[in-house]
């Protein structure tokens, strides 16, 4: 039994678990999430019979007094090869780490790794029926017409980290959606904005931004994550949240590595495996 654990935010969490539960699966062995035995209880994963507080407290407890051998994938330059042995010749262990990344595999499983983080129909139900009623008044339209784009605007410990390179204003983000309006002028833009500013309203961009409709529903972390996952495009700064809404339906995803508009062209738009294998 291999027991993934790890720190940090629930996207974080979910890849670093996924690259685990990828190794394990091509080499036989079964794998299961300490954090999501306990925390971000919102997907499909958190209900199967190999996750539960019992096994996180197991393995937590066995790791501590030493029952169990840990992996520690913590720093970018540590031992792979060396580790990857360790994880062979026991057949119990903890992985733990940012850096434990089998991208290769990861990718061969995406759809096993789809499926376990399949968002609860509590948490999806009402999104659908918010962004459905947003775009109630555009329904006669035929679907080709209607690009919905979903807009990342992360705040918060943005301001820290990576020294607040990442962390835009307003106006960065408004003339982003300008941009890529002015690139769809055929299309009706629905714009759906996620974020954890909670001073952030839509009128103050839709004001600023009079060829798009904006929509902020508000939701919590897994709903703004399903909401961003139903749309056709996404933006955002480098974060693990908007890179794991991709993921569900391979989404074109405009990273936003400069407060530069001019640079999202629609090539910038990149699918997940591009993004995935080129995390910050």
Not at 28 to 39: D, H, L, P, Q, W
Not at 102 to 111: A, G, I, N, S
Not at 206 to 213: E, F, N, S, T
Not at 259 to 273: G, H
Request: proline share 4%; net charge neutral; aromatic share 14%.
């Amino acid at each position: 039994m291999m027991f993934a654990r790890d720190k940090s935010q629930m996207c974080n969490n979910l890849l670093q678990y996924a690259h685990v539960y990828a190794w394990g699966r091509e080499h036989g062995r079964k794998v299961i999430s300490m954090r999501f035995s306990y925390k971000y209880q919102f997907f499909h994963i958190c209900h199967t019979s190999l996750t539960g507080f019992g096994w996180y407290l197991l393995a937590k407890y066995a790791a501590a007094i030493g029952l169990l051998p840990t992996a520690s994938f913590k720093h970018s330059d540590c031992d792979r090869e060396a580790l990857e042995r360790k994880m062979l010749r026991h057949r119990h262990i903890v992985v733990s780490g940012w850096n434990a990344r089998w991208y290769d595999l990861f990718l061969k499983y995406r759809q096993e790794i789809v499926d376990l983080f399949t968002l609860d129909e509590k948490f999806t139900a009402p999104v659908k029926a918010k962004m459905q009623e947003a775009e109630a008044p555009f329904s006669l339209l035929p679907p080709p017409s209607i690009l919905r784009l979903g807009v990342h605007i992360r705040r918060g410990d943005y301001a820290q980290w990576a020294d607040g390179i990442y962390y835009y204003e307003d106006e960065v983000y408004v003339r982003h959606i300008n941009r890529f309006a002015e690139q769809h002028q055929d299309k009706t833009i629905h714009v759906y904005l996620s974020t954890n500013d909670g001073q952030v309203t839509a009128e103050h961009f839709q004001q600023r931004c009079p060829q798009v409709r904006i929509h902020h529903l508000q939701g919590s972390a897994p709903e703004d994550l399903f909401m961003l996952s139903e749309c056709d495009c996404l933006i955002g700064p480098p974060s693990t949240f908007s890179l794991v809404a991709a993921m569900y339906r391979d989404l074109p995803l405009y990273r936003m590595d400069s407060a530069d508009e001019n640079k999202m062209t629609p090539e910038a738009f990149r699918l997940f495996d591009y993004w995935f294998r080129n995390i910050i």
